[in-house]
């Protein structure tokens, strides 16, 4: 079983800067491909970004160039960082985690743990 819980969320201007980090517990994060989706009230949660247990990493089109996905494996967190925030940025955030590979990173239902999420709002 692993556990995952997010935090780093907040209140931002428009163009500025936060970073989630995603603690999680149970197993080494090396082993686990882990991924960042979001979701706003009304709509169904969105893929954001992935990062495959060896290291490689995919994005959402949305945020390619302004966010990077990276992990620290000796710490078992994953982090987001997010630079260049814009109002549609704000959503929950939530961490995944799916041990080994997945077979569609951007699918939900390819990952086995979930964490609570944590708030982001940018205001304009």
């Known amino acids: 079983q692993v556990q995952v819980v997010e935090s780093g969320g907040g209140k931002v201007q428009a163009g500025g800067s936060l970073r989630l980090a995603c603690a999680t517990s149970?197993?080494?994060?090396?082993?686990?491909?882990m991924a960042w989706f979001r979701q706003t009230p009304g709509k169904e949660r969105e893929f954001v970004a992935h990062?495959?247990?060896?290291?490689?990493?995919v994005y959402a089109d949305s945020v390619k160039g302004r966010f990077t996905i990276s992990r620290d494996n000796a710490k078992n967190t994953l982090f987001l960082q997010m630079n260049g925030l814009k109002p549609e940025d704000s959503a929950v955030y939530y961490c995944?985690?799916?041990?080994?590979?997945?077979?569609?990173?951007?699918?939900?239902?390819?990952?086995?743990?979930w964490g609570q999420g944590t708030q982001v709002t940018v205001s304009s």
């Open positions: 995944a985690a799916k041990r080994w590979a997945v077979q569609r990173y951007s699918d939900m239902g390819s990952y086995d743990y």
């Open positions: 990062s495959r247990y060896y290291a490689d990493s």
């Open positions: 149970g197993r080494t994060l090396s082993s686990y491909s």
